[in-house]
């Protein structure tokens, strides 16, 4: 009844009073548009939100709810609606006035705007017009700071570092970032005391040629005060740094706390006495200003944000206090957190009828050695059910990991500690163990990281990265099916010895001030893996095998080189409405030592973050097509990888979320190996096997993660013969697929 309701608008009018109108629909019509400016944003009233732009859901939940019946039903229904918005025409004229502003700070000074309101069946719909006219530019553009050392500075930056140019619009917005920069300029150069408020802006537009003058200068009441102006253009030095431990999280004796005062390199250490959280080098390593300095905001933010990001802090808080008017004081707030953490996760899965259950037991010591060295420990264990009831067989996997991150990179012979605490490195062990009909599976690694941030930017390089796989048992029918000496893919399930350096990096636009802005985020990342050994190999002169690869410890190793590259554009089309776009692309290509990618380096295709219409690992490569009537997980891999995907999600109430998708993509072999027939990739025919998948899914967005269901139908499969491809004629076993997930796809 509600979903009627919505779409028919029946009840839109239930609590409406008769003298009064619903506001059905708002729209601005402009002569100009701006990149960064919507319109719809600003104006003081906006109809009820409309559910994929057809029926206002949530005012149809509302109406069909009963005010007279006090009950848990309406209540709920009241609860996840919302009631009626009533066509105000004040709201109207402050809409009006408020575009008049946006104009007018994105330089069209001389901007008409004027509504138009129609009104049917007690519904009003509203138009905003916008006319810009002639817009004014910036003809000259000065900033003028009463001292001549900050003067010089500020002036002779280039002007691409302005926010704002000579021939630009005149933009009151611009010049307000302007000033923000100004004033943090001024104060990362030490003058502490300079503050944006300090700044005021003064156009002159009176030159009948719409272009305007701009200077940006002190307040006049500052400039006319000697005494204020020496204040405001002295540079203090930081005559002391207190750094203060203490666990605020318990409270019960911080009256009566006996403390104890220590000194490293100039910094006090103020701390609970018999205390020992942090080792005084942690602490001072991780604050970028020194006794004697000037104040630095740059410098001050990267404390605050190095202090912040140790696994063992909860809360940090830097000030400064003036001494004299030449010194500073600065205190700093240590509040650690928990050095203890233990989690515990499980889950089932469910893959091509296969069911199966995943646990995990996670411990962290986020302080092992006193300066936020984290250990963690983990184990985790599986099950999953091979075949049909009757006939199940059973498949095991037990694994764990050590890890140990240092808030620092550790690079041996570095000149500057600035370069050490600006990241950080994790050594990494791990042993995981498979026990599967078809074989036993071993795989040991251990790995060398540096991780570090600049700005947006994340980046890892992995300086050594080794991975020992070890086949201990492989079943007679696997063996014969998959590992006959002629088989191209048999060193994929071979005793295999991989040594890899990699490098990746993230970056996203995305601002935590603007969750629901338009972002995007890129993520690459390369890797090479036995070039070092091939060449030791070649070197001191060792003897390949029957199959023409070189070993150590008698164990074939592998030789790659692998690029992904993985792109995301999110768009805000309403405040109910975002559109998701995605590409990934990877490449991997074996040589040298190898003939095949390591199975665990190959692409797969289908699955919950893939071609949703596909179960995992049962789509290509190219137009492959499995007839075992099982997932064949070792000939459906491949060397190249493309997904496209296009996803629009839809807040509909509380916590729950629809999505509309289509995804595109396949993966394909570098080489034309006998057991992948047609997965190879060529130009000529790739984009003939680019197989099309649509859906729709049902989320529950708890904000820290995300549940999804999504059901995905196959649209085009390049595995069927050409007359067939096109699926027109769906089957539930054959063209559907559901996933259960947690997290988005992309």
Known sequence: MVVICSLSGCKYLRYVPDDKLLLKKTSVVSDVKFDDVAFQDYLHQTPNNYFMGIGRLKLAFYSASDTAKHNKGNEWLRRIGEPPEIYDSLKRVDSEEELRKVMFNKGYLEANVWSEVSVKKRQASVVYHIQGNTPHLVRNYLVSIPDSAANEILNTQSEKNRRIKRGDLFDINALNEDRNRISKTMRTLGYFRFRRDLLEFSVDSALGSHQVDIEMSLQEK???????????????????????????????????????????????????????????????????????????????????????????VNYVNIEFSEKTVDSLECLI????????????????????????????????????????????????????????????????????????????????????????????????????FQKR???????????????????????????????????????????????????????????????????????????????????????????????????????????????????????????????????VHNVMVTDNVRMAFHAGLGVAVPYGNSTVMPYEERYYAGGANSLRGWAARTLGPGNFKNTSGAIDFERQSGDIK???????????????????????????????????????????????????????????????????????????????????????????????????????PF
């Open 222 to 312: 500052f400039l006319q005060n000697d005494s204020a102006l020496e204040l405001i253009f002295s540079r203090p030095v930081i005559s002391g740094i207190t750094v203060f431990v203490r666990d605020y999280s318990d409270k019960s004796h911080l009256s009566n706390m006996i403390s104890d005062t220590i000194e490293y390199k100039g910094i006090k250490i103020v701390r609970e006495n018999g205390s020992n959280v942090y080792r005084p080098s942690a602490i001072a390593e991780n604050i970028f200003f020194d006794v004697d300095s000037l104040y630095n905001e740059l410098m001050v933010e990267l404390t605050n944000n190095k202090l912040s990001a140790m696994p063992s």
């Open 333 to 432: 707030v240590l509040s650690p957190g928990k050095p203890h953490t233990l989690s515990a996760d499980a889950q089932v899965t469910y893959s091509d009828g296969d069911i199966g259950v995943l646990a995990g037991l996670n411990y962290a010591n986020n302080n092992i050695f006193k300066g936020s060295e984290t250990l963690r420990i983990g184990a985790n264990g599986g099950w999953e059910g091979i075949g049909a009831l009757n006939n199940m067989e059973n498949s095991w996997r037990v694994g764990g990991d050590v890890s140990l991150s240092f808030p620092k990179l550790l690079i041996p012979k570095a000149k500057s500690r600035n370069i050490q605490r600006l990241g950080s490195t994790e050594v990494s062990v791990s042993a995981n």
């Open 437 to 567: 009909p078809e074989y036993d599976r071993s795989l040991f690694n251990a790995a060398y990281k540096y991780n570090w941030r600049v700005r947006r930017a994340q980046f890892t390089y992995s300086l050594i990265d080794m991975s020992y796989i070890y086949l201990p048992r492989v079943s007679e029918s696997f063996r014969d099916k998959y590992l006959q000496p002629t088989s191209s893919i048999k060193s994929s399930y071979e005793d295999n010895f991989i040594m890899r350096m990699g490098f990746n990096v993230t970056y996203s636009d995305r601002r935590a001030s603007m969750p629901n802005a338009t972002y995007f985020t890129i993520r690459a990342g390369a890797k090479i893996a036995g070039n070092l050994l091939y060449g030791i190999s070649n070197m001191v002169g060792q003897k390949k095998n029957e199959y023409g690869q070189y070993k150590i410890f008698n164990i074939a190793y592998a030789q790659f080189a692998k690029f992904d590259f993985d792109y």
């Open 642 to 744: 493309l997904d496209l995907n296009i996803e629009a999600r839809f807040h509909l109430f509380w916590k729950l979320e629809a999505a509309l998708f289509v995804d595109a993509g396949n993966i394909w072999t570098i080489k034309d190996y006998p057991e992948q027939p047609s997965g190879v990739f060529r130009f000529d025919t790739f984009y003939k096997q680019i197989a099309l998948d649509y859906g729709a899914g049902v989320r529950l967005n708890f904000d820290f993660f995300v549940v999804r269901l999504d059901l995905g139908v196959k649209l085009y499969d390049p595995g069927r013969s050409e007359s067939e491809r096109f699926r027109t004629e769906l089957t539930w076993k054959d063209d559907f697929a559901l996933h259960f997930a947690v997290g988005y």
